[in-house]
């Protein structure tokens, strides 16, 4: 495969940076509707809410994740290593830069890395 182009690297950084904005618009809206929560109610109301807040959090969990990503994959752009497989050290694919800009794997490498750990999850 051949290199990346600095156009396609441009359409990424800017597909990461609506995502990052994205990512930090849910949560400081997820973090408004916990905090806005009244704290009474009977045993039943607490209970709903405690559920709602362990949703929230393994909700502010993922995009947390996603966020770290994101970053992750910001910053190998300024250094340079954006769009290189971990696995293979190729090339990953334009079409998957495109569709999932925060990538680290090619399809090729995600199949490895799979079984890999299908291999010893036994």
Do not use: F
Not at 21 to 36: E, F, K
Not at 40 to 45: F, L
Not at 98 to 111: K, V, Y
Request: charged share 35%; with cysteine; hydrophobic share 35%.
């Amino acid at each position: 495969m051949t290199e990346i182009s600095p156009e396609l690297i441009a359409k990424c950084r800017e597909k990461l940076l609506d995502a990052k904005a994205n990512v930090m618009s849910r949560v400081l809206n997820a973090r408004r509707d916990l905090h806005s929560e009244e704290k009474g109610g009977d045993e039943a109301d607490q209970t709903v809410r405690v559920l709602a807040e362990k949703e929230m959090l393994a909700l502010h969990d993922r995009m947390r994740s996603q966020l770290l990503e994101i970053e992750s994959a910001l910053a190998r752009i300024e250094s340079g290593g954006y769009g290189i497989c971990e696995e293979t050290e190729e090339y990953i694919e334009a079409e998957r830069l495109l569709a999932i800009p925060w990538t680290r794997l090619s399809i090729e490498g995600a199949e490895l890395r799979e079984s890999h750990q299908r291999r010893y999850a036994r």
